[in-house]
Nanobody, 119 residues
């Protein structure tokens, strides 16, 4: 089991910045990747960015060049630095941890943190 606690969501004006944090606890050793997803009202949850143990990162096209994901392994924490925010970034942001043990892959989710970008 992996527990995830997110923080950092807030109301910000367009063009502003926020940093989200997600601290993981529990079965840390089997975490293969951590990342952030978001879900806007009446839309499907989508990947924003993720980072693998190898350091490889992936970003949604809509956030490339504006968002940066990073990971502090000593603190078991992943961050999402969001710059040049747009109203279209408004959503609930969920931290994700994906574990792999033997042949089994499991996704764990945080409770979500609200990001609201005003025009």
């Amino acid at each position: 089991q992996v527990q995830l606690v997110e923080s950092g969501g807030d109301l910000v004006q367009a063009g502003g910045s926020l940093r989200l944090s997600c601290a993981a606890s529990g079965s840390i050793s089997v975490i293969n990747a951590m990342g952030w997803y978001r879900q806007a009202p009446e839309k499907q949850r989508e990947l924003v960015a993720n980072i693998y143990n190898s350091g490889k990162t992936n970003y949604a096209d809509s956030v490339k060049g504006r968002f940066t994901i990073s990971r502090d392994n000593a603190k078991n924490t992943v961050y999402l630095q969001m710059n040049s925010l747009k109203p279209g970034d408004t959503a609930v942001y969920y931290c994700n941890a994906r574990t792999k043990f033997l042949l089994r892959t499991t996704d764990y989710w945080g409770q979500g943190t609200q990001v609201t970008v005003s025009p």
